[in-house]
């Protein structure tokens, strides 16, 4: 089994920044894509960017592209989502998730690809 603890949310004003980071356990981390989602109320969970288990490829909701940025140390066992230039809209509990399968990330974007996912953290956005 996996546990991943997500950290760094909080509230921002409409253009700052954040950080968000995933702590993962077991021995395995770095043979699994990561990605992050968030849910706001009301709302479906959504894809907000996958990294590959390698950390060579990633891949970004549009509207996140150019303002989010994920990465990964696998010899931390971390994955991270720096976000900048936030607006109102991004406001969302995030939460980090493993793929199901290793050395896979053919359905990254996809919820149901995912088995193991973090508890959130609360995004909040002001304007």
């Known amino acids: 089994q996996a546990q991943l603890v997500e950290s760094g949310g909080g509230l921002v004003q409409a253009g700052g920044s954040l950080r968000l980071s995933c702590a993962a356990s077991g021995r395995t981390f770095s043979t699994y894509t990561m990605g992050w989602f968030r849910q706001a109320p009301g709302k479906e969970r959504e894809f907000v960017a996958g990294i590959t288990y390698g950390g060579g490829s990633t891949s970004y909701a549009d509207s996140m592209k150019g303002r989010f940025t994920i990465s990964r140390d696998n010899a931390k066992n971390t994955v991270y989502l720096q976000m900048n230039g936030l607006k109102p809209e991004d406001t969302a509990v995030y939460y980090c998730?493993?793929?199901?399968?290793?050395?896979?990330?053919?359905?990254?974007?996809?919820?149901?690809?995912?088995?193991?996912w973090g508890q959130g953290t609360q995004v909040t956005v002001s304007s």
């Open positions: 998730a493993r793929y199901s399968r290793p050395y896979d990330s053919r359905w990254l974007e996809l919820p149901r690809t995912y088995d193991y």
